[in-house]
């Protein structure tokens, strides 16, 4: 199950060949597929030498295999970890029994549900990005950008071959839609609200890599921890993918700060107009557009209590963040989890049962692993002599679902009239103003070794190569 045959139409280490067919089936899906990424993948990359990864197999020796490839070229497959005859459920009210290897009846809608779910993700941010690699700030950067896409890509499949092989026409009709949609559209859209948002700059796109693919490893790893065996499988693989995209988010953004910070010593200023006037990004709308990215992904997380989370743990089909490291029973059952709620004008925190609190026990972990990542930027900041320091904003600002959807909550946790939170609006969130300057900043830059004025350039290369290699050709 390890090595991937790359002789096969559609590369896999799932035995395709044995199954015709789903074989079939999935082949027929595939020119869809290419249609799609044809009309909505990165905008101009087709003719481009890309210096790309692929998988040649799960394990650790191959997993990252480096070589130019041709955009519409990459070889997308389907790729599962391999898998343990002895596993056990471990968690919910089925714990201690074996993995299911077939979908259960009775979950069948649930399961469903969950990986139509994660895989309209996936195709939703390659839509958001399309544009970006006509305005990289570096050929490095292009390299990663058309990296996270083509993942993306190879993470729809990892759902699609999952709706095929257990869900029968159901699962063809659902994967022949997470085509249909489209990211922002009226009348079709992405199912999450996150997925729908633009991406018009990089100093978004690196916020998104940051912030939201950071969702994609929490709801992963909670879907690694399932009792139906393809999907734990299969989303554990996919992890290892989704490390890269933070990657490129939490440097990203880090190399943009150091630039900032480099110009405010050369200038002895923090002044925003000057700096401004210098062309890098100035921290406070750095500050802003934190506080969006942040506030729009734990949303992702879904409403503070949730029945269908309940269901989802109990049945053993999604668990919590690193389940096998917890210390409890790990079925729940009369535990209770705090949680904040509105009270006269304030947030109060109140006991509920941690089964319908789950979504909000995935959120906090997040929050933690987030603020973490915060606190390394501030470093750069610190290492500079630079005062100013970035935060998360409160978990209930700028809230579209859950208790705190329509409640005007201040970045420091203070409930505010409708007046107020118009008064600092523009303090808090980016503006027009300021997404139209950060716009005014991008422009592609083509020659090797070379980065825009508003990023430094990062630490080291793509696998051990150096800062100015060809990592896209132009041809």
Known sequence: MASINYSEKIPNNVNLSDDRTLQRALEQWQPNFLSWWGDM??????????????????????????????????????????????RKIHFGEHKGEAAWQDVPGEHRANLRRIIVTQGDTEPASVEQQRHLGLTAPSMYDLRNLFQVNV????????????????????????????LGRRSGDEDNPRILGAFNEKTPDWLAFYMFTYF???DGKFQLSALAESGFDPLARTTKFMLTEEAHHMFVGESGV?????????????????????????????????????????????????????SNAAIFYSSGLKGRYEEGKRDDDHQLNGQMYRLLDVDNGRLVEREVPMLNAMNEVL???????????????????????????????????NRQIGTFAGV???????????????AHEREWLPSAEDRAYVASLMGRVTEPGKFANWIAPPPLGINRQPIDFEYVRFN
Do not use: C
Not at 269 to 278: I, N, S
Not at 293 to 298: A, E, G, K, P, Q
């Open 408 to 422: 005007r909550v201040s970045p420091d946790g203070r409930v505010v009239s409708e007046a107020e939170w118009a």
């Open 212 to 214: 939201t693919d950071r």
């Open 151 to 178: 993942e993306e890509g190879r993470h729809l499949w990892a759902m699609v071959y999952l709706l095929h092989r257990y869900f029968g026409r159901d699962g063809r009709e659902e994967a022949e839609a997470l």
């Open 363 to 397: 959120r906090d972990d997040y929050i933690k692993d987030s603020v973490a990542g915060v606190n390394r930027w501030n470093k750069v900041l610190e290492k500079a002599g630079i005062d100013f320091r970035l935060t998360v904003p409160h978990k209930a600002f």
């Open 254 to 306: 880090s190399r943009v700060i150091a630039r900032t910070a480099q110009v405010m010593n050369e200038l002895k200023t923090d002044d925003v107009a000057k700096l401004r006037a210098a062309g890098v990004i100035d921290l406070p709308t750095i500050q802003r557009y934190v506080n969006f990215h942040y506030s729009v992904t734990i949303d992702l997380f879904g409403a503070d209590q949730s």
């Open 41 to 86: 993948g990165p905008e101009g990359s087709h003719g481009f030498d890309v210096y790309l990864r692929t998988a040649v197999s799960v394990d650790p020796s191959g997993w990252a295999h480096f070589d130019h490839v041709k955009m519409p070229d990459y070889r997308w497959g389907i790729f599962l970890t391999p898998g343990d005859a002895d």
